[in-house]
């Protein structure tokens, strides 16, 4: 906790002394232009890995960066991202799991948290999309590969979950909203992106082709979803 | 979009370049000491104002940095907090709040958001507890005051809630957990913490006395919580 | 009731006498290929309409044809179509609205329901998707072209709700299903089926080109939905 | 998928066109007498059975033609049933088991359902009711004749469950409206009434003698409910 | 609170001091014959109205002696009927009303509560079956005859509420529980039982006639089910 | 039954007909000073055991004397106290649990209950916080020594549990309102309260310092809560 307090005022003495008029501006209000939405995991930095400025990300993190579908959970995932959406006019939403996810890895022995962890047993139930299709399509996988396809078909079932809110339903109909499916991973510090033409993970090109939500769909049957896979 | 991919480029030739040794180390697994919950506002970035390095915060983000009371909600809120204590075995709990909150301003004026922002509507029905003492005991202030009050008192009540559950309330009895409630501001850059014993948000004092979570009490009748009172 | 008493019988004497070794056959297990979705409304009679044999359509009617996303709602409707595709092996999916229908123009005078019919406002809170789309996307039209309208984009909403549920995710991604978005007009006896190539509700052709579930794409934007758009 | 199609077709040009006055006339509303409460099973036909028109029966069909009690769940039922009773001024409900009914087999077998159809599971929790007073009462029996009680249990279980609804309680009181228990037989084509005189099932005689809702009892202890017990 | 402290040494000193052979032996477990289920109102002494001794009365008091339908809440309500029912065998239940309810009052004038006591707004939204009842039939009443009205009607609700639990329903047909509906009145001190054969609250007679469950009918149309008719 | 129809009389005839101008008086209104929220048990008589006269205490009765978290049921408990506080104004409330309480046997043997009572086992999920507390800080205990922990510690568990109703926490910022965890011990007739200063239950001495909430801290770490620990 020293360290924090400490960090705190670095913070202070360096990086705002330096950008003081950006935080003057920013006090009045924000103006960010994605929501982020990512896993709490502690080694998954939104600002840094996208070398993005204060105030440009709205962020969501939670377990496994996931948003059940619309109406199945009461939590704050639903209203921040309707905020987002509706209220700051964000008009591009990115999820971003990330390699190592023990969330994931919670995920493919859920029975083993019921009696430890039951909350995070309920929470990962909401995953049972991703769940089920694993099990059902990858059942040849194990170890850390199952865990990659995992973590990345997890990020697709959000973006098919993020769908069914009606502020998203109704914005991707009109063309103002795009949705973005991205893995973070941690060893190689690179993002990958999900190309839903070519059905597969990718390193985002530049300029990266706005990914229109109306063609993100599932890699075709029995194409993996990693973003390993060669 | 254009921008965050290049931003992408920018963190893995600049950062993760120069820390590679660090994201070789945590690619196996994380150890975070501290459990940051705090808003999805933009201009709100933990790692930033802590000086933290990546690897160091365990973190939730909401609208409002809300952790209802436990079995209240079934969303990311529960489970990640009981996977910070359980699984990681994180002793620390911050609260951040932060100034110029849309999410406390929305508190203040709940009626307006039922329509045409629904599932913030029912979010912030969760911080009733907050609405309801600072009508009924800061009945004279307005504006800004009262947003800061507002701001103040709800990270009070998230604390008071985070007892609720089964895993906090257990490691408080055995002295393992602290909780702390912090205030950001944003145009100063500062952070306020919540003093106990003095019932006032202060700014915390290096070596800081880690607070007691069975002394975190609210401040005494009439006092009023505003980090900003003189 | 005495109608139906005598019904009872007629339908003995008559329909059953002449098929009695069907039902014989039927008694020991039922094999529909099959799922049909539609509305309570008595004017729908989904055997008489595709004139399908007893024992080829395995039905669920509710008001309006809705199917919540995955979590959302605990009644009947997750149960029958999870039964359909995993113990009965469906593999083909229909969501047919119709004209006229009484729970759509509910949706459309939402308010006025709260006190009279509250489980109705409630149920129909559901279909907010629908709703919102709507009145964002088509706020010039009215009367029975804005019901039209209603009536077929809440259809396709339903099919993006039939994607969140583990059954369906999964089985979609092997290619084993085929949602397919029906609207049923009353005064012609004509049905529309959603073409996603075309992004426009046709009659369907023979041989109908099964739609592919991973090409049923929601209108271009401004692309009126409606069936009865020239 | 063809076959169907082809079924438009046919009930296009025979079906509809020998009855197109009463499909105009349909179209402007419906003004059914009866609310029909049934399995999703293929197999259940209520218009054929009943031999009733088109506009005469407003359907209900879920996995075992439950009602669950007022309250419990947040599906299409309660909706369906209070718009049957109160908007269109129904005044006759018929809740409708029948034989060999999957949903009351797998009843029977409740924990093998959890894992591989956890929604079908979580569904026939709600017939608990049922289940329970099948296993406390008829323990002796086994095989059909255990499903057979259990089906024409359960359709009283629904009854009593109606009873708990706001438009229903009320309307029983104002004598406006009646509930009848059925349970049709699949291999004789046979349909069979719960006589509350009598406590037990019988084929219905001409004129059936209303059921009066206030009357509508349970048979008395150890009397057994099926409709196949001499 | 000093008068409650010197109470409890009155009634050690006193009634403990002339009774601890009861006490010590009931220090060993308990054996009540009787569920009784009352307003959470201070004027309503189950033991002292019943002249019932220690150990004789298992009692759910909450607001309005509700018992929601079975799966509607998740409250203590149904927890302590199924002990009292399956864990102590306790074979007959009393619901007992009571005149000058508040509750019911609220459940008349339900709008004005819900900003200012919105968990007992929500709460009485559950007597909903009650306050349609008498909203449609007894619409010619007001003042303190509607409120009797209420009062008496809402205990009917609550038995029908029961019959949808689990081990009441089960344990009814085995003719092994009685349901009895009281109301208590203050000013006289009287209590009148619900006579199903009469349709009418009466003095209850001795010996009274234990009220068979399956004969417990509502009054007939039109009947004013008030025990203060005469 | 007959003994409770007498006991009617008996009451009438002697308490209510030496008491009649109380009863008078009451009919109008209650006046009471305290909630008292105890257990369902049926040697538990708050009136007795408090020598109370009717209509001082307003009581909420259920299994465990249990107030779960705000928002995590929606049963009677959160209406009758917002009920209490808001609108009877009443200041002080008691929890009160006693010894062998069949609750907390339960919630020590929680897996035994999931079959047989699962309404109890749901409800007793709410106690999650006294039974995890138990099982990590006095895993040494066993028998009556653990059962005694077990009710004391959840008494104080409910007190953390009513601090997050809006009333109450409004309130008890006000300093409007105390909160007190009582213990009944069955076979001494006595009554322990918790002195948060001594972290102990004590007999309550008079004058019984009013135990200021703000100040109702659990005991320290490691201290047992149990009122027989000498
Ligand atoms: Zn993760
Ligand atoms: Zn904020
Ligand atoms: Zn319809
Ligand atoms: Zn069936
Ligand atoms: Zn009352
Ligand atoms: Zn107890």
């Not at 190592?100 to 083993?112: E, F, H, Q, T, V």
């Not at 999900?194 to 075709?220: C, F, I």
Request: charged fraction near 20%.
């Amino acid at each position: 906790m020293e360290k924090l307090i400490k960090g705190l005022r670095q913070f202070q003495s360096n990086y705002f002394d330096t950008h003081h008029e950006l935080f003057e501006q920013l006090a009045h209000g924000q103006k960010p232009r994605v929501l982020f939405i990512t896993c709490s995991d502690s080694r998954v930095d939104p600002n840094l890995i996208t070398n993005a400025k204060v105030g440009e990300l709205f962020v969501i993190r939670n377990a496994g960066n996931m948003i059940p579908p619309y109406g199945a959970t009461n939590g704050g995932e639903g209203a921040a991202l309707e905020y987002a959406v509706q209220a700051l006019g964000i008009d591009q939403i990115i999820v971003c799991g990330h390699s190592n996810c023990g969330a994931m890895k919670g995920l493919l022995k859920l029975d083993k948290l019921r009696e430890e962890m039951p909350l995070v047993y309920d929470w990962l139930l909401q995953a049972e999309a991703t769940r089920r299709l694993v099990k059902e399509n990858y059942s040849t996988l194990s170890g850390e590969e199952l865990l990659n396809i995992t973590i990345a078909e997890n990020v697709l079932t959000q973006i098919e979950n993020l769908r069914t809110y009606p502020v998203i339903h109704s914005k991707i109909r009109q063309g103002k909203l795009s949705l973005n499916a991205w893995v973070y991973q941690i060893d190689t510090g690179s993002v990958f992106a999900y190309d839903a033409t070519r059905h597969e993970y990718v390193a985002p090109a530049s300029p990266l082709q706005p990914l229109d939500p109306e063609e993100l769909l599932p890699p075709s049957p029995g194409h993996p979803a990693s973003w390993l896979s060669p």
